[in-house]
């Protein structure tokens, strides 16, 4: 089975061909980072009309690069939620249209559960059940994985996903939009120089917990917490140790969600443990996952960087046992900027 896979839930444009939802025949994707980099963020409006500009033609691209033709597409998977309305709405006409013209079924994929099967492309051998942490710009969520197309929210984000506390984070601290990246490579120079405990202890950061919500999080009063502590060196003429702010603002990400994953370990049946989204690829995040996975006798699956990113060939991997368990849908199919419906749902995804 040949699946064109779409993702336009923020500012990617992206358009992969996978085989049986582990092989990726081409993946074809546009960032739209340079234009909503002058704003410090990403504009909606803007982001649907460049989806829109450049949709078909990466479509076309992709399916060249797959070395196949429109006629070899054995379905369509495409992203309609959580993500900007108006950016999911490009995808799914897109998609849509594509399916209705050339006949073939539309499956609808949930992007969270599409970061998750990034890893189905990376590791052949995966299979669930296992808990996953899905943690991106947009989201952060611990989910049970029971199946491949049985997930349920174990927890998630009360406020700020962690990739928007980096980002908002180094907007104060003037790095350019999205800014994980560079706050990564500061504070591997901060824990090179002075060390982790040092780093810590010049900039003590708080690690929110929720004692009747184990897995849930929260990044908004930790990203406050830094930006005070910038906006009051900024008042007193200090200069700020940036690596070292940046160091230990890691080091707050990182123990908040190691210290979930730990309790996922004791809590849930499974020893397999797959992490996906753009804030997985944070270097510090990935050394402590690795570590606490080792002392606990825990498979873990992160892949590697360059499917830890927004791409759709992780949306055509998911689309692909979305479609073998019937899950199609029709021409009146919608987006969803969020997932209101999860409490209807018992937690489904
Ligand atoms: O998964 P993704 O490409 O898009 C969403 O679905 O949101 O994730 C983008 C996010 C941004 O917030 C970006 O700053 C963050 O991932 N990110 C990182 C790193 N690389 C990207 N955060 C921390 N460390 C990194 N190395």
Do not use: W
Request: glycine letters at 8%; a negative charge; one cysteine or more.
């Amino acid at each position: 089975m040949i699946l064109l896979g779409i993702e336009s839930s923020c500012d990617e444009t992206s358009i992969a061909v996978v085989e049986d939802g582990r092989r990726v025949l081409s993946v074809e994707t546009l960032s739209q980072i340079e234009i909503h980099k002058v704003y410090g963020g990403v504009v909606p409006e803007i982001a649907s009309r460049k989806h829109l500009e450049t949709i078909a033609g990466l479509a076309e691209e992709a399916i060249r690069n797959a070395g196949i033709t429109k006629k070899d597409l054995t379905a369509i998977a495409c992203t309609n939620r959580p993500g900007l309305i108006g950016a999911l709405l490009t995808g799914l006409s897109f998609a849509k249209g594509a399916a209705y013209a050339l006949g073939i079924p539309l499956v609808t994929v949930n992007h969270i559960a599409g970061h998750i099967a990034a890893a189905y492309l990376a590791f052949p051998e995966l299979k669930p059940p296992f808990t996953a942490l899905s943690v991106s710009g947009g989201n952060t969520f611990f989910i049970r994985v029971a199946d491949y197309c049985d997930m349920t929210v174990l927890g998630s984000t009360r406020d700020d996903a962690a990739g928007e506390a980096f980002d908002k984070v180094a907007r104060v601290l003037n790095i350019p939009y999205p800014g994980g990246k560079e706050i990564d490579r500061l504070a591997k120079l901060g824990r090179e120089q002075y060390g982790v405990e040092e780093c810590m202890r010049r900039f003590p950061l708080p690690r929110p917990v929720f004692e009747e919500a184990p897995y849930d999080t929260s990044f908004s009063g930790l990203k406050t917490a830094v930006i005070n502590k910038i906006h009051t060196a900024e008042q007193k003429g200090e200069e700020i140790e940036r690596e070292v702010l940046a160091a230990s603002f890691c080091e707050a990400v990182a123990d908040m969600l190691v210290s979930r994953f730990e309790y996922a370990v004791k809590s849930e049946k499974s020893k397999t443990f797959v992490v996906g989204g753009g804030v997985a690829a944070n270097s510090r995040l990935r050394e402590r996952l690795e570590a606490s996975a080792k002392k606990y006798g825990v498979t873990l699956y992160m892949p590697p960087l360059s499917v830890c990113g927004d791409n759709a060939a992780m949306i055509a991997a998911q689309g692909y046992y979305d479609l073998l368990a019937g899950k199609t849908v029709g021409l009146d199919e919608n987006a969803y900027a969020n997932l209101e419906y999860l409490s209807e749902r018992n937690g489904k995804i």
